[in-house]
C-alpha cells in the first residue's frame, strides 16, 4: 500500500521519548504489509462508501499507565488521519473509560488503522502498567526495577521505551553495550575470575556485570571489582548478606524468584536492582477499545 507521511509534530514527539522515528515508523508499516499481505481490507471497503467519515475514540476499558500513544499516532497518519486529538500524556496512570486519544477522518481509513494502532498501544501500555506495579510496590526503598534482553523480538527498543514509561530503568539495550557474564560463559571457560579478566582485558572501557549464585562465588568475583554483580535466584536471607560482604564497593541486582508479593521483603535488604524479565515478556495487554461514531 502507499503511505502517507507522517507529521514533523509525531516526529519530534517520538525523538522526545528517546525514539528513532524512522525506526518506529517502519515497525508500523510491517504491521500493516502483515495485516494486508498485498491486498485490501475486503470487509470495508465492500461496505462502507470511499468518501465516509467517522469519528473514533480511544477509550481505557481498565486502569492503566499509557504508553505508546505517539506510535499509535503514526499508524493512524501513515493511512492519511491527520485530525488527532490526545489530553492524555504517556507514563501517566489514566482510570478506565478515560478516552486516550480522538481521530477524526475517513472511516475506511481509520477502521484499517484501528487493529494496527490498538496492537501497539495496548501492548506498551501493558508493559508500562506492569513496570508501575513494581515500581510503586519498592517506592520507599529505592530498588529501581530493570528490564532484560527477554523482549519481543523487533520490538526491543519499544517494549523497553515502555518501562521507562511506566517508570523503570532500562538494562542493556544490545550485547555490545555491556558485558554480563552469566553461568553459561564461567562454565566454558572454567572460572568466574577467568571470564572477568577476559572480558576487562579485551574491553577496558565497558561495564561489567557478573551474575553469581553463591556467597562464595560473590567474595570471589569482588576481588576483580565488578560494576555489578547479579545475585541469581539468592534468597532474601542470602541477599542482605550479600548487601553486607559487598558494602557498596559494587551495585547489586537480584533476579530469579522475584514476585510483587515478595518484592518488598527482597527490597528491604538494600539490593539496588531487581531484574524483572515478566516486565516485557509476560506483561497483560492493557484493554483498550475503539469506538466508532459516523457523522451524517
Known sequence: ?????????????????SLDPEHTIDLVKRAYEEDLQGGEDATSVATIPADH?????????????IAGIEVAKVALELVGITDLVSGV??????????VILTA????????????TSLNFLGHLSGIATLTRSW?????EYGTAIRDTRKTTPGLRVLEKYAVRMGGGTNHRMSLSESALIKDNHVEAV???????????KLYPE????????????????????????????????????????????????????LSLKNAKAYAQTGVDYFAVG????????????LDLKAEI
Open 1 to 17: 500500500m502507499k503511505f502517507a507521511e507522517v507529521s514533523e509534530g509525531t516526529r519530534q514527539a517520538l525523538r522526545d521519548a
Open 278 to 289: 515478566a516486565l516485557t515478556h509476560s506483561a497483560p495487554v492493557l484493554d483498550i477499545g
Open 190 to 200: 572454567g572460572g568466574v575470575s577467568t571470564a572477568f579478566e577476559r572480558v576487562r
Open 206 to 257: 565497558i561495564e561489567i556485570e557478573v551474575e553469581v549464585d553463591s556467597l562464595d562465588q560473590l567474595k570471589e568475583i569482588l576481588q576483580q571489582k565488578p560494576d555489578l554483580v547479579l545475585l541469581d535466584n539468592m534468597s532474601v536471607e542470602e541477599c542482605r548478606q550479600a548487601v553486607e560482604i559487598v558494602a557498596k564497593r559494587a551495585k547489586l541486582e537480584a533476579s530469579g524468584g
Open 89 to 98: 500524556l504517556c507514563a501517566h496512570k489514566v482510570e478506565a473509560g478515560t
Open 135 to 139: 515500581v510503586d510496590e519498592v517506592s
Open 104 to 115: 477524526r477522518g475517513n472511516t475506511r481509513a481509520i477502521l484499517l488503522a484501528e487493529r
Open 53 to 65: 467519515r467517522s469519528t473514533a475514540e480511544y477509550r481505557l476499558r481498565a486502569d492503566g499507565v
